[in-house]
T-cell receptor, first 114, second 113 residues
């Protein structure tokens, strides 16, 4: 069965500093990988996804994530954060045989301080 | 285009009662999934429906049930509510297949007292 572990439950970071959110997954088959962001009192929004091809994927707002198959990881990074990046971030995986089922990690709360 | 809509936004129920939550998918999406997000945790998969048929079920008791209508909207029903059912219930719609992005609604906040 697939599982997702986000190693940090909270990450405080100063504005304009870099941030890395760690995500490791466990699965016996090929997976698709996603990062979702959840702002307070809102639903989830897709930040970026890895389906195949280049192991480095980027979002339009400066985030990037790298798929590492040997380490079963999909860490999220941003070189310089803004106050508006304060949110909760969820890593998720899906498997072809499991249809549209997403398995989520426990989330990492990012608090950007001025 | 409208996104995924859910109703109601908030709901307060008493233990033992029953609740029905509703979801309307994005136009053209035939797959609807339901997730439960307990405070401080990641969402947990409850059900997926595609073309009005159940395609996946998570590890939830039989008190949880769902259905999908011909217009692809969906309802989630929870019977005999427990305090532990208090959570944000998220609906997501997508095209069918693990490859596709799921679009989430704003959720229904259920409080059981």
């Amino acid at each position: 069965a697939q599982s997702v572990t986000q190693l940090d439950s909270q990450v405080p970071v100063f504005e304009e500093a870099p941030v890395e959110l760690r995500c490791n997954y466990s699965s016996s088959v090929s997976v698709y990988l996603f990062w979702y962001v959840q702002y307070p009192n809102q639903g989830l929004q897709l930040l970026l996804k890895y389906l195949s091809g280049s192991t480095l994927v980027e979002s339009i707002n400066g985030f990037e994530a790298e798929f590492n198959k040997s380490q079963t990881s999909f860490h999220l990074r941003k070189p310089s954060v803004h106050i508006s990046d304060t949110a909760e971030y969820f890593c998720a995986v899906s498997e072809e045989a499991a249809g549209n089922k997403l398995t989520f990690g426990g989330g990492t709360r990012v608090l950007v301080k001025p | 285009d409208a996104g995924v809509t859910q109703s109601p936004t908030h709901l307060i129920k008493t233990r033992g009662q029953q609740v029905t939550l509703r979801c309307s998918p994005i136009s053209g999406h035939k797959s609807v999934s339901w997730y439960q997000q307990v405070l401080g945790q990641g969402p947990q998969f409850i059900f997926q429906y595609y073309e009005k048929e159940e395609r996946g079920r998570g590890n939830f008791p039989d008190r949880f049930s769902a259905r999908q209508f011909p217009n692809y909207s969906s309802e989630l029903n929870v019977n005999a509510l427990l305090l532990g059912d208090s959570a944000l219930y998220l609906c997501a719609s997508s095209l069918q297949g693990a490859y596709y992005e799921q679009y989430f609604g704003p959720g229904t906040r259920l409080t059981v007292t």
